[in-house]
Every structure is written in structure tokens, then in C-alpha cells.
């Protein structure tokens, strides 16, 4: 069975960091672009970070530059979203998904691209 499963989420002070993981059963993530997403209450789902197949990034989201970098560990099937200097507008459920894409990260990304999602993992960032 395909799944993405995402942890590391959870309750953090403002200026605080987590890491997200987001592990694949199933299949292997070595060869397939990846992508976090996330949701805040009341607004769209928004692309965060992608990562390629290389190792190479793609920052979709400015409010989260400088702050968030995306890796991967394709010997663990898992790709990390690490975030710094969390900010209460950074509160929402993140996602991990792929498109199956094998090869760069795409200039713009949307969910409908998509074709497997984890169930996602909330981060509450509040004092």
C-alpha cells in the first residue's frame, strides 16, 4: 500500500524550530520530486518547499525564505522540512505529497498536481 505518513508536528513558542518528516511505505521517494504543503485555518493549501530527486530545493512560499530548508534521506525513504524561526502565521497542518515527477522541482506547484498526500501533521506555533 502507497502511503505518506508525516510526523514532528506539534505545539512550539514563537522563535522555536521543528522538523517535519515525512516517510514513504510502499515505495521509494529516491527518484521522485517531493513536496511540502500546508493549510492554516481558513485559507488555501500552499506549496512550502519542493525538493528534486539531486538534492535541489525550490522555495514556493517567500514568508518561509531564509527561515525553512527542505532535505532528504533515501536511505530512511524520508524527506525533511525543517523550520526555524517559527512565527504564529506559520500555525497550519503540513502536508507532504508527490506528482510521481522524477526530475526538477517545477517552477510553480499546485495541489491539484499532486497524486499522494499524507495525512498531514499540525504545527501550532503560539505563546
Known amino acids: 500500500q502507497v502511503q505518506l505518513v508525516e510526523s514532528g508536528g506539534g505545539l512550539v513558542q514563537p522563535g522555536g524550530s521543528l522538523r517535519l518528516s515525512c516517510t514513504a511505505s510502499?515505495?521509494?521517494?529516491?527518484?521522485?520530486?517531493i513536496t511540502w504543503f500546508r493549510q492554516a485555518p481558513g485559507k488555501e493549501r500552499e506549496g512550502v518547499l519542493c525538493?528534486?530527486?539531486?538534492?535541489?530545493?525550490?522555495d514556493y512560499a517567500e514568508a518561509v525564505k531564509g527561515r525553512f530548508t527542505i532535505s532528504r534521506d533515501n536511505a530512511k525513504n524520508t524527506v525533511y522540512l525543517q523550520m526555524n524561526s517559527l512565527k504564529p502565521e506559520d500555525t497550519a497542518v503540513y502536508y507532504c505529497?508527490?506528482?510521481?515527477?522524477?526530475?526538477?522541482?517545477?517552477?510553480?506547484?499546485?495541489?491539484?498536481?499532486?497524486?499522494?498526500w499524507g495525512k498531514g501533521t499540525p504545527v501550532t506555533v503560539s505563546s
Open positions: 505529497a508527490t506528482s510521481l515527477r522524477r526530475s526538477g522541482c517545477p517552477k510553480n506547484t499546485y495541489p491539484y498536481h499532486m497524486i499522494y
Open positions: 510502499g515505495f521509494t521517494l529516491d527518484y521522485l520530486v
Open positions: 525538493i528534486s530527486s539531486s538534492g535541489g530545493s525550490m
